[in-house]
C-alpha cells in the first residue's frame, strides 16, 4: 500500500490537485476552460449546488439523463428499499425483477417494441444491437449517416463521428456512412449485404440536426425492401424529452431496434437497454447467453427503473417539455435574430434545444460566463460550436425565463 | 402479477415469471438453465447464499455472478453506506468532478502495486477492456494485440475482438482485425507474434469463463521481460481476479509483475453498485498520450457518485477485513478438499486448478458439466460449469466465507460427485462410442434431454405438492 492511502483531500483546491495526479492535468484545465471547475455537492430538481456554495440551474441534465430532475423521491425511496430486498443477482439467471422490468418497458415504449436486453452504459446497448442484427440477418454491413455520436465502446466509436478515433487503429470492419438527408446515397449503399441502418433521429451532440420526415420513411421503406433492421439510438431524445415519449413517434417511423439510455432510472442507477421486436428475438431464444453483460440488468437497478417508469407515467414529463421546449425555442430564436452575429441558429424539438455559435472557441467562453450567471451548459461533442440545452423536462415556467435571462446576458458579455 | 418482489413464490408464479421471461427477454435462456437445473429464483441473498423463492432452499453461490460478491452478498456495511449516501447522492454529472469521483479514484492507485497511479473511471469490465486497449493502442500509435486462446474479456466491440473463443464472435463478424490468439502459458508463441506492430499484449492472470487456468510465474515474467524490448503494453484484466479473489489484493501481486495498464469491474460494485476503472502505470509514454487526449474514454455511466462511494466503501472493507487473508486461507482448503474428491473418483475428475477461491474443477467428459450442476444443485449448491468450457465447473464463492461453510460444501460436492456414479454407471459406456459422446457433448441436446427429464419430474412432484414455509 502506498502513503497515499491514508491521505485525506479537504479543500477544494486539494481535490483539484488530486484530480491532476490521479486523472489528468490536461483535463482538469479543461474544465477550467469550461468554467466546469467545480466541484458538484448538492442537488436537487432542476439545480446543482457546488462545494462554495453557488447553485446552478443545470441544463446539462448529465447529457440528458436527468429528465425528472435530480433526486426524485419515489425512486430514491424505492432504491433505499431494494437494496435490503435484493442485490445484482447471477446475471446468467432469470430473475423476477428483470422480468418484471420487461413487461413495464414493453407497455411504456409505443409499438410492438415489446424485447428486451439491458446494458450498463449508452454505448454498450448500442453493441448489443448491432450484434443482434448481424446476429439475425446473417450479413456483415452496418450503415449509418454522418454527425451521430452513440458511445465510447467498440461498434459504436466505429459508428460515430468521433474526433481522434484514427488512433485506435482500425475498428469494427464492414461499416459505411451516409449523409444524412441524402436517400440517392442510402439508395446505393443499403442492400441485400446490409444487416442495419444506425442512426439517431435527432443528433443533440450534432445541433440537433434531423432530417425531413420523408427521409425517414424512405430509410424504413429501404429497410424493409432489403430486409436490414432499423436501428434508433433515442439515449438523449427518449423519455419525453423532445416533447412525445420517444421522438419516433414525431417522425412517424417505427424502429425494429431501439437504443434508451440512462434516462431509464432518470439518472440514479446506470441502467440503459435496447428494445427490439419479436421477430429478432428468435436470435436470443436459439443463441442463448450469446451476449454477456454482467451489470446489466443488475436487480437493484430494475426495481429502481421500474418505479421510475411509475414517475414518467404519472409526471408526464412531455407535456411539459412540448409546452416549454416551444416557448422557449421561440424566445431563443428571437434573441438569435437580435444577436445574429453570435448566434447563428437555434435548432431543437421539446427540450433538447441547441445553439449555434461562431465557433469552438465562442462556445467555451459561452459556457463559462454562463455558469458564472449561475447556468450550466455543455458544447456539443460533434458539432463543438453548439451550445446544447437539456435541463430536466419537470422544469417551470419561471425556470424557463431564467435561462432566457441568463443566455441573454450571456450573449453581451462573450 | 403486480410489481411487488415475492418473497416466496408458487410454481404458478414462477410459470407466470418463466413466461415473461421468455416473451420478453429470451425462452433460450430459461431451458438453458432448466437443463442443469440452475434455474433459481435468487432470494435472501446473504453471505454466501440466497434461497430459492419457489423451493424455498438455501444454496451456496458458487458462482458470485462471476467473482462480484468478494464482500459477500447483502453485505450490510455497504448496503447501509449506498442507503445513505442516497439522501445526497445520485449518479452526479457526467464529466463534472466530485469529492467522492477524485477520492475513490485515488484510494484505488493508492491500493496498486508499483506505479500504477493513474485512473480511468468506467461503467463495467467491457467498458474498462475497451478503455485500456484503447489506451495502448492510442499511445504506442500501433493497432495489432495479442490476447490469449480461451480468454473472456466482454462482449463489446473492442474485447470482444479480443476475446479468445469462437463462439462469442462468429455470428457478428467482422469485428476488429489485428488480435492475434496465442495459446496460453506458451512464451514461445508470443516471442513470435511479439514485433513493432504490436500494441498490447492482454490476459487474465487466471483465466476465469475459459476455464480456470493459472498463469505461470515464468510466463508472466516472460510476457513483461517481450513487452520491455518491444514496446509492448502488457495489460492485465484483473476483472474477476481483483479484490482479493485469488488471495491477494490483485493476482498480479503473486507473480511480482507490474503491468502497464491493468482494468477492473466486477466486485468493486459490492454487488449493489455498478462500476469500473482502468489503472495505468505513471509512465511518460502513456501519461503524455492521456494528457494530450483527456477525452480518450469517457464513459457515461462509468464513475458515477453513488458508484464511487460504494466502491470506496468496498475498498475500505476490504482491507480492514483483510478480505484476501480469508480467501487464501478458505481457498487452499477448498482446492485441498477438491483434490481429495478427485483422487477418490478418478473416473470423472481429471483435474482441479485454481487460486485463492477462483478454483476450477475438469471433468473427463463435457457432458458432464450439465449434469454435475443438477447433481450439485440437489444438494443445496448451486454452481455454474463454464461458457467457454463445460467440462469445468466454477467455484468462486463470496471470499468472506466461513473454514465452516467450506467444509459444510466440501462435504456437499462429495455427495454430489457421489450421486453422480450412478448416472456414470450408464453414460459412462455409451459415452466411449464417438459418436454418443459427441452428442451427449451437444449443448442443444443437452437441453432438450434434460429439460424433459424436469418435466418429467415437475409433472411428478406436482401431484404432491410441498408446503413452503417462510423464513425470516
Not at chain 1, 166 to 185: C, H, M, N, R, T
Not at chain 2, 191 to 211: D, F, H, S, T, Y
Amino acid at each position: 500500500m502506498k502513503n497515499s492511502a491514508t491521505r485525506n483531500a479537504v479543500s477544494k483546491e486539494d481535490i483539484f490537485r488530486d484530480a491532476e495526479k490521479v486523472f489528468s492535468v490536461s483535463y482538469v484545465n479543461l474544465l477550467r476552460e469550461k468554467g466546469h471547475d467545480f466541484l458538484e455537492q448538492e442537488y436537487s430538481g432542476s439545480t446543482l449546488t457546488d462545494s462554495e456554495g453557488n447553485s446552478y440551474l443545470d441544463c446539462c441534465a448529465s447529457n440528458a439523463t436527468y429528465n425528472l430532475g435530480r433526486m426524485n423521491a419515489a425512486i430514491i425511496g424505492r432504491f433505499k428499499e431494494a437494496i435490503y430486498e435484493t442485490d445484482q443477482g447471477n446475471f446468467v439467471m432469470p430473475s423476477q425483477e428483470k422480468a418484471l422490468l420487461a413487461r413495464k418497458i414493453s407497455g411504456f415504449v409505443p409499438g410492438n417494441l415489446d424485447c428486451v436486453l439491458y446494458g450498463v452504459t449508452r454505448g454498450e446497448s448500442m453493441e448489443a444491437a448491432c450484434k443482434l442484427a448481424r446476429g439475425f440477418t446473417a450479413r456483415p454491413e452496418l450503415v449509418t449517416v454522418d454527425g451521430g455520436c452513440y458511445g465510447e465502446s467498440g461498434f459504436a466509436i466505429s459508428l460515430s463521428e468521433r474526433k481522434g478515433k484514427e488512433q485506435f487503429g482500425q475498428l469494427i470492419q464492414a461499416v459505411k456512412v451516409i449523409p444524412l438527408g441524402d436517400i440517392e446515397a442510402a439508395r446505393r449503399v443499403i442492400g441485400q449485404k446490409t444487416a442495419a441502418v444506425v442512426m439517431e433521429p435527432i443528433q443533440a451532440e450534432n445541433n440537433c440536426r434531423t432530417a425531413d420526415k420523408s427521409y425517414y420513411a424512405r430509410i424504413r421503406a429501404l429497410c424493409d425492401k432489403t430486409g436490414a433492421k432499423l436501428i434508433f439510438d433515442e439515449t438523449q431524445s427518449g423519455f419525453g424529452r423532445t416533447g412525445t415519449r420517444f421522438f419516433f413517434e414525431q417522425i412517424g417511423v417505427k424502429p425494429d431496434i431501439l437504443i434508451i439510455g440512462e434516462a431509464l432510472t432518470s439518472g440514479i442507477f446506470p441502467m440503459t437497454a435496447m428494445v427490439f421486436t419479436p421477430e429478432l428475438k428468435g436470435f436470443f431464444d436459439i443463441h442463448p447467453l450469446i451476449h454477456l453483460c454482467t451489470f446489466g440488468g443488475h436487480d437493484i437497478g430494475c426495481l429502481v427503473a421500474m418505479t421510475a417508469l411509475d414517475e414518467y407515467n404519472r409526471l408526464k414529463p412531455w407535456e411539459n417539455a412540448a409546452n416549454l421546449g416551444d416557448y422557449l425555442i421561440k424566445e431563443l430564436t428571437a434573441l438569435a435574430a437580435k444577436n445574429s452575429q453570435k448566434i447563428f441558429s437555434v435548432t431543437g424539438k421539446g427540450l433538447l434545444i441547441s445553439l449555434r455559435l461562431a465557433d469552438e472557441n465562442l462556445a467555451l467562453k459561452f459556457c463559462a460566463a454562463a455558469r458564472k450567471g449561475g447556468l450550466l451548459v455543455n458544447t456539443g461533442s460533434v458539432d463543438t460550436s453548439t451550445i446544447v440545452i437539456r435541463p430536466s423536462l419537470l422544469i417551470k415556467k419561471e425556470e424557463a425565463d431564467k435561462i432566457l435571462d441568463i443566455v441573454n446576458k450571456t450573449l453581451q458579455l462573450i | 402479477m403486480s410489481d411487488k418482489l415475492s418473497v416466496t413464490m408458487n410454481t404458478k408464479e414462477r410459470d407466470y415469471i418463466q413466461r415473461l421471461f421468455g416473451k420478453h427477454i429470451s425462452w433460450g435462456q430459461v431451458r438453458y438453465l432448466r437443463c442443469a437445473h440452475l434455474d433459481a429464483y435468487e432470494r435472501s441473498r446473504k453471505g454466501t447464499t440466497f434461497t430459492d423463492a419457489v423451493s424455498g432452499e438455501r444454496f451456496y453461490d458458487c458462482f458470485s455472478s462471476a467473482g462480484c460478491f468478494n464482500v459477500g452478498r447483502g453485505n450490510t456495511v455497504i448496503q447501509d453506506t449506498l442507503r445513505d449516501a442516497l439522501d445526497d447522492y445520485d449518479m452526479g454529472s457526467h464529466g463534472i468532478l466530485s469529492e467522492a469521483k477524485v477520492a475513490f479514484a485515488t484510494k484505488l492507485a493508492a491500493l496498486c502495486p508499483g506505479d500504477l497511479n493513474k485512473v480511468v473511471l468506467c461503467a463495467s469490465g467491457a467498458d474498462a477492456c475497451a478503455g485500456a486497449i484503447k489506451l495502448a493502442k492510442g499511445a504506442t500509435g500501433r493497432n495489432d494485440v495479442i490476447t490469449t486462446k480461451k480468454a473472456y474479456h466482454g462482449h463489446e466491440g473492442f474485447s470482444l475482438s479480443a476475446n479468445g473463443k469462437d463462439y462469442y464472435k462468429d455470428l457478428f463478424l467482422p469485428l476488429m482485425p489485428g488480435f492475434h490468439m496465442v495459446t496460453f502459458n506458451d512464451l514461445e508463441e508470443v516471442k513470435r507474434a511479439a514485433g513493432k506492430n504490436i500494441a498490447a499484449i492482454v490476459l487474465e492472470p487466471v483465466q476465469g469463463e475459459g476455464g480456470i487456468h493459472v498463469a505461470t510465474k515464468e510466463y508472466m515474467k516472460g510476457l513483461r521481460k517481450i513487452c520491455d524490448e518491444n514496446g509492448i503494453m502488457l495489460i492485465f484484466d484483473e476483472v474477476q481476479t481483483g479484490f482479493g479473489r485469488t488471495g491477494t489484493m490483485w493476482a498480479m501481486e503473486q507473480y511480482g509483475v507490474v503491468p502497464d495498464i491493468m482494468f477492473t469491474a466486477k466486485s468493486i460494485s459490492g454487488g449493489v453498485y455498478p462500476n469500473g476503472a482502468v489503472v495505468y502505470r505513471e509512465i511518460k509514454q502513456l501519461t503524455d498520450y492521456v494528457e494530450a487526449n483527456p477525452l480518450f474514454h469517457t464513459s457515461h455511466s462509468g464513475g458515477t457518485d453513488l458508484g464511487c462511494i460504494v466502491s470506496s466503501a468496498v475498498l475500505d472493507y476490504l482491507v480492514k477485513n483483510k478480505v484476501w487473508e480469508n480467501a487464501a486461507k478458505a481457498g487452499k482448503r477448498f482446492k485441498d478438499g477438491l483434490n481429495e474428491i478427485a483422487r477418490a473418483n478418478p473416473g470423472c475428475v481429471k483435474e482441479v486448478r485454481g487460486m485463492g477461491l477462483m478454483i476450477g474443477i475438469e471433468y473427463k467428459y463435457e457432458f458432464i458439466g450439465a449434469l454435475m450442476a443438477d447433481c450439485l444443485g440437489r444438494r443445496g449448491v448451486w454452481a455454474v460449469f463454464s461458457g467457454n468450457a463445460p467440462q469445468v465447473m466454477r467455484f468462486q464463492i463470496p471470499i468472506t466465507a466461513s473454514m465452516d461453510e467450506v467444509e459444510d460444501l466440501l462435504r456437499r460436492i462429495n455427495d454430489a460427485v457421489k450421486g453422480m456414479r450412478w448416472y456414470l454407471l450408464f453414460m459412462m459406456p455409451l459415452a466411449h462410442i464417438p459418436f454418443l459422446q459427441k452428442l451427449f457433448d451437444n449443448v442443444h441436446v443437452q437441453i432438450v434431454a434434460f429439460n424433459l427429464l424436469r418435466d418429467i419430474e415437475d409433472f411428478f412432484l406436482g401431484l404432491f405438492p410441498k408446503k413452503q414455509e417462510v423464513k425470516a
